[in-house]
């Protein structure tokens, strides 16, 4: 058994290297902006894979990849070639987790661009800090391929440009559906996600979901308030 005190492990756990049931070992989250990357990349992944950890490589249901079997004494080179080839670890901890999406608009039935819409949250609002995880999936259609009701803020896209938003999903081990706030114009995303992390911020109390948090002040006039402002997005 590794001999690692727990600060330690919390330290590179919000880095992206996740404590092994073996306990002598790391898992490295390697992340997939949007579910999309360049092929070079993924190469580099499995090179790492073979060079420092079991030799495989594991997809999680949030489009990110993990790395099995990392020493402790290799996780300063995993970084730096990590840094290296432009590959981002993490992913865990308080904030803005990594941003979900199906194939929008490459599929068929797509309605929105999912991939460019995934990408602009994931560049303007990754990592930023929150009460606790908050988790956003983007589907392009209502086949709601990326389950978007049960995330803590879920896009849909809709017809004539527009999306469907909802709020306060969770999954896991306790199961509560988000509230469809209605539509919005597609263009304002960004506007919907601000407005959602700025009452986050202001309402959540540390590691409380932000469905735990809209219930609790769900009769406020905050709360009334905060839903009218993204209706206004429409």
């Known amino acids: 058994m590794l001999d690692i ?11 992206g290297f996740l404590f092994m049931k073996d306990k002598e070992n790391f898992n490295v989250r390697l992340l997939i902006p949007a579910g999309i990357t360049e092929a070079d990349k993924v190469i580099k992944m499995c090179e790492i894979a073979n060079k420092y950890g079991s030799g495989v490589v594991m997809p999680t249901v949030r489009l990110s990849l993990e790395i099995p079997g990392i020493k402790y004494e290799d996780i300063e080179n995993v970084m730096k070639e990590c840094d290296e080839a432009g590959i981002i670890y993490g992913g ?19 309605l929105i661009d999912t991939q460019k819409i995934g990408m602009e949250i994931h560049d303007n609002y990754f990592p930023a800090p929150a009460p606790h995880k908050f988790k956003i999936n983007v589907t392009g259609c209502p086949n709601n391929c990326a389950k978007v009701q ?8 809709a017809p004539n440009g527009m999306v469907k938003i909802f709020i306060g999903g ?14 919005i114009k597609a263009e304002n995303v960004l506007k919907a ?12 109390k540390a590691k409380e979901r932000f469905c735990v948090t809209l219930d ?15 209706k206004a997005l429409a």
């Open 5 to 15: 005190s727990a600060e330690k492990l919390a330290e590179l756990k919000g880095k």
């Open 92 to 110: 865990t901890g308080a904030k803005v987790r990594p941003v979900v999406t199906c194939k929008g608009s490459m599929c068929k039935w797509g």
């Open 150 to 157: 049960f995330n803590d803020l879920g896009i849909m896209g």
């Open 170 to 183: 969770r999954a896991g081990r306790s199961i509560v559906p988000g509230i469809e706030v209605g539509r």
């Open 193 to 204: 996600v601000d407005i959602c992390l700025e009452f986050y911020r202001a309402h959540g």
């Open 216 to 230: 609790r002040v769900r009769d406020t006039e905050e709360y009334n308030s905060f839903i009218e402002s993204l």
